[in-house]
């Protein structure tokens, strides 16, 4: 199994930044998939960014060019660089792996963002 752990959210101005983190109880490199996902209130779970074991990543296209996904797998930690930031950010940010061997999804306890107008 993987335990994850978010970090970074917080409250900021629309236009903003922030960086969000995510520390994995084991190394990335064994990690198929990683991902954040967004759940805003009233609103069922959306991907927002996934990067593969290999680095290769896709976004939403609601944050794409806005957003960067990346791995650093020396501190087996993902982190999720949020740039320009719109009130329509506003949600908490979830941490997810997937083991392709396990068959299974992980998720951390999330990270609220609130980005103000």
């Known amino acids: 199994q993987v335990q994850l752990v978010e970090s970074g959210g917080g409250l900021v101005q629309a236009g903003g930044s922030l960086r969000l983190s995510c520390a994995a109880s084991?190394?990335?490199?064994?990690?198929?998939?990683m991902g954040w996902y967004r759940q805003a209130p009233g609103k069922q779970r959306e991907l927002v960014a996934r990067?593969?074991?290999?680095?290769?990543?896709n976004y939403a296209d609601s944050v794409e060019g806005r957003f960067t996904i990346s791995r650093d797998n020396a501190k087996n930690t993902v982190a999720l660089q949020m740039n320009s930031l719109k009130p329509e950010d506003t949600a908490v940010y979830y941490c997810?792996?997937?083991?392709?061997?396990?068959?299974?999804?992980?998720w951390g306890q999330g990270t609220e963002v609130t980005v103000s107008s």
């Open positions: 997810n792996a997937f083991l392709l061997r396990v068959g299974s999804y992980y």
């Open positions: 084991r190394s990335t490199v064994s990690i198929d998939s």
């Open positions: 990067i593969s074991s290999r680095g290769s990543t």
